[in-house]
C-alpha cells in the first residue's frame, strides 16, 4: 500500500534523451551502492526497492555494494560496471572521485542516475533522483526552533550539532539548510554551540558512522559536562539515523532516560531508530521514501530504455558545478511520535516482516 498523503509531485516538464541503448527494451543496470551494513539504507531498503521496481519493468540488475564506505572499492566497481551495463544508478560516497569512470560512460553514452547523492562537477549525469537537503536543513533546524521555543524563551539553549561525511553533497546542503535557519539565534546568543565545533570539518561524522559520532559525543559530554544532573544540553542536531543512534549511545551511558533526552533529530526512519521515536528518545527523524525513489529511478530507466520523452518535476536541475542536471525530487515527511502509525505502518513501510 502507498503512503496516503500525496507526497509526489509531477511537473509537466519534459527532458528529450539524446542518449540511445543497444537493447532498446530490456537493458543491464548497474547499481552502485556506498556500503553493505546490514542496518542501514542503502542494503536493505534501497538496493532492494531498485532491484525490485527495475525486473518488474523487465530489466537486468547488478548490485555493487563498496564494503564499508569504502572510496576506492566503489572506483574500481564502477568501472567494472561502465564495461558490462547499459544505465548506471549510482550512490557515490564522495560525490566528485569517480569523474574518470563517469567520463568513460559519457563517451559510451551510457546514462548515469545520480541516485540520493549528486555527483559533482561532472557532465556525465543524465538524472538526479532524491530529495531537497537544503530543505532537510530548514526542517531539522525548524523543528528544534519550535521545540525549544526559541522565539518566545528568555533563557539560551544549548545545541550541538553532528553532521553527516563531508564528502557527501547532501552534507553540505542539510548543513546550509540548518544555518539558514539557526543563524539569527547563534548571533543574538539565545542558542550556543558550548563546543564551538560549528564547521562542518569539526561537527562532521566520517562515514556516517554510528562509532564516530558515539565516540564524538562522548568526548564532547566529557569536555563541555553535559549530564542529565550538569551541563543542560537541550538539542542535537544529527544529519541521520546512525548519527542520531551514536549521540544517543553515549547519553544513555551518561544516565540519560527516556523522556529526559534532548530534541533529537534524524534522518531515515530506519526501523532501530524508529523505535527510538515511539520510546521517546529520540524526537523525529525525516522520512525519504525509498519506495517512491525507486519507482521514480525505474521509470526513467525504462523510458530511456524504450527511447521516449522522460518527464521530470524539476526539469530546470539541479546546478552539480558543471551543468544544471534535470531532476525528479520526492517531498520529505517529518515523522514523530504522533504520526508513525500512518506514516510508516498503515503505508506498509513497516511491516511486522521488517521491523528489525
Ligand atoms: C546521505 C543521505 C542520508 C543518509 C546518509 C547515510 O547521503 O542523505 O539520508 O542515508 O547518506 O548513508
Known sequence: MRLTKKILSFGIGAVLSSFCVTNAEAAKVGISMPND??????????????????????????????????????????????????????????????????????????????YDRMLRDTKS??????????????????????????????????I????????????????????????????????????????????????????????????????????????????????????????????????????YYPVITGQDCNRLSVSLIENDVQSMSIFKDERKMAIETARIIDTLSKKKMVTVNHPEGINNGFKNVPSQLIDVVVVTKDNVKPVLYDSGYITEENAE
Not at 533522483?129 to 526559541?150: C, E, F, H, N, P
Not at 540548518?178 to 560549528?198: A, C, D, Q
Open 125 to 158: 549525469v543524465s538524472y538526479y533522483v532524491g530529495t531537497d537537503s537544503k530543505q532537510i536543513g530548514s526542517t531539522m533546524a525548524k523543528y528544534v526552533v519550535d521545540k525549544l521555543r526559541l522565539m518566545d524563551r528568555n533563557q539560551p539553549a544549548n
Open 160 to 259: 550541538e550539532i553532528f553532521a553527516g561525511d563531508i564528502n557527501d553533497e547532501n552534507t553540505i546542503d542539510i548543513d546550509y539548510g540548518v544555518n539558514s535557519v539557526l543563524r539569527p539565534f547563534f548571533e543574538i546568543g539565545k542558542l550556543n554551540i558550548l563546543s564551538h565545533e560549528s564547521a562542518l570539518k569539526q561537527n562532521q561524522t566520517v562515514k556516517w558512522s554510528k562509532q564516530y559520532a558515539r565516540e564524538r559525543m562522548q568526548r564532547l559530554a566529557k569536555e563541555q559536562g553535559y549530564a542529565p544532573k550538569g551541563k543542560k544540553l537541550d538539542a542535537v542536531i544529527a544529519f541521520n539515523d546512525a548519527t542520531a543512534r551514536g549521540v544517543i549511545d553515549s547519553l544513555r551511558k551518561l544516565g540519560y532516560k527516556e523522556g
Open 37 to 114: 551494513h546490514l542496518q542501514l539504507r542503502w542494503f536493505s531498503s534501497d538496493s532492494v526497492y531498485l532491484k525490485d521496481e527495475l525486473e518488474k519493468l523487465g530489466h537486468e540488475v547488478v548490485i555493487t555494494y563498496a564494503g564499508d564506505n569504502d572510496i576506492l572499492t566503489q572506483t574500481r566497481q564502477v568501472e567494472n560496471l561502465v564495461d558490462t551495463c547499459d544505465f548506471l544508478v549510482i550512490v557515490p560516497i564522495d560525490s566528485k572521485s569517480l569523474n574518470y569512470s563517469l567520463d568513460k560512460a559519457y563517451k559510451k553514452k551510457i546514462h548515469v542516475i545520480s
